[in-house]
Structure formats: structure tokens, C-alpha cells
Nanobody
């Protein structure tokens, strides 16, 4: 069973930066597609970013607009989300997700089989 543990969330002022980490265990990390999603109060969980297994091809939600960067370190079984120029609307619980299938629909949360517990990101004015 794959376990995912997020860290790095916190409180930051608008315009600031945070780096989220997600440590994976229980599987072959290099063979997993890794994603970040977020969920704000009263809203649905939305796609933030994905990095594929093998090619490390990345994809981002439309709202990211060059502010976030997803990366992975297969030697450390860890995926990162570097978030710059944060805005109050980025406030949410951020979740790490993983799945072993190689598919096209990487933005669909239903295509991720494993999830972390989430880390809170709060951006103040």
C-alpha cells in the first residue's frame, strides 16, 4: 500500500513563496504519476499540477500561470511543489496524489488511487 505524507504548508503573505513536499513509501516511486490537488472550503478538489513517471512531463492547472513548479526526486521518493507569487485565492488544503497508470487524463482526480492527508496553505493579504 502506497502512503503519501505532505509537508511544507503554512501561513504566508501574498506575493510570498512556499515549497510543499510529498514523501512516498510502499511502492516503486519512479513508476508513479504524481499529482497535486487543492481544496478550498466549500469548493471541489481541483487539479494543481502533475508530473508523469518516466518522462517527467508536467502539466498544470490553468490558474497556475507560471507561478508553480512541480518536480520529483526518484532517489528520495519525493515530489515537490514550488509555489511563488502566492495569492489569497491560493488558500486551500493541498493534497498529494499518486497512481501507477500511464494515462492522458492526468487532471482528473478520479485517476489517482492514492492520496495524502493534505497540508494547509493560507495566504494572507
Amino acid at each position: 500500500q502506497v502512503q503519501l505524507v505532505e509537508s511544507g504548508g503554512g501561513l504566508v503573505q501574498a506575493g510570498g513563496s512556499l515549497r510543499l513536499s510529498c514523501a512516498a513509501s510502499g511502492g516503486v516511486f519512479s513508476g508513479f504519476r504524481m499529482g497535486w490537488f487543492r481544496q478550498a472550503p466549500g469548493k471541489e478538489r481541483e487539479f494543481v499540477a502533475c508530473i508523469r513517471q518516466g518522462t517527467s512531463e508536467t502539466d498544470y492547472g490553468d490558474f497556475v500561470k507560471g507561478r508553480f513548479t512541480i518536480s520529483r526526486d526518484n532517489a528520495k521518493n519525493t515530489v515537490y511543489l514550488q509555489m511563488n507569487n502566492l495569492k489569497p485565492e491560493d488558500t486551500a488544503v493541498y493534497y498529494c496524489a499518486a497512481d501507477s497508470k500511464y494515462i492522458a487524463a492526468v487532471r482528473d482526480k478520479r485517476e489517482y488511487n492514492f492520496w495524502g492527508q493534505g497540508t494547509q496553505v493560507t495566504v494572507s493579504l
